[in-house]
């Protein structure tokens, strides 16, 4: 997981750029891997599991939540 606190970021779309408070946001990183056979192991991540609104850089949207799952095999 990750904690950012409130920071500050520029709005370019003004003139003089105007700063902007950004707030404070928790995001949550959950992985897992299972080793199912000898050679095979199976995977599985989740990225902002609460799918947390956040802004990083003023006027950008953020990631949502995003699952991955995966498959290694180690054949000889």
Same mark, same amino acid.
């Given at each position: 997981?990750?904690?950012?606190?409130?920071?500050?970021?520029?709005?370019?779309?003004?003139f003089?750029? !105007? /700063? #902007?408070?950004? &707030?404070?946001? @928790?995001?949550?990183?959950?992985?897992?891997?299972?080793?199912? +056979?000898?050679?095979?192991?199976?995977? !599985? /991540? #989740?990225?902002? &599991?609460?799918? @947390?609104?956040?802004?990083?850089?003023y006027?950008?949207?953020? +990631?949502?939540?995003?699952?991955?799952?995966?498959?290694?095999?180690?054949?000889?």
């Open positions: 997981g990750a904690y950012v606190g409130r920071h500050r970021d520029f709005d370019f779309a003004t003089p750029a !105007a /700063r #902007v408070p950004l &707030a404070d946001y @928790t995001l949550l990183h959950c992985a897992v891997r299972w080793r199912a +056979a000898r050679h095979v192991s199976i995977s !599985a /991540r #989740v990225e902002n &599991a609460g799918d @947390t609104e956040y802004r990083d850089v006027g950008y949207a953020s +990631a949502g939540r995003a699952f991955t799952l995966g498959i290694e095999g180690q054949f000889r």
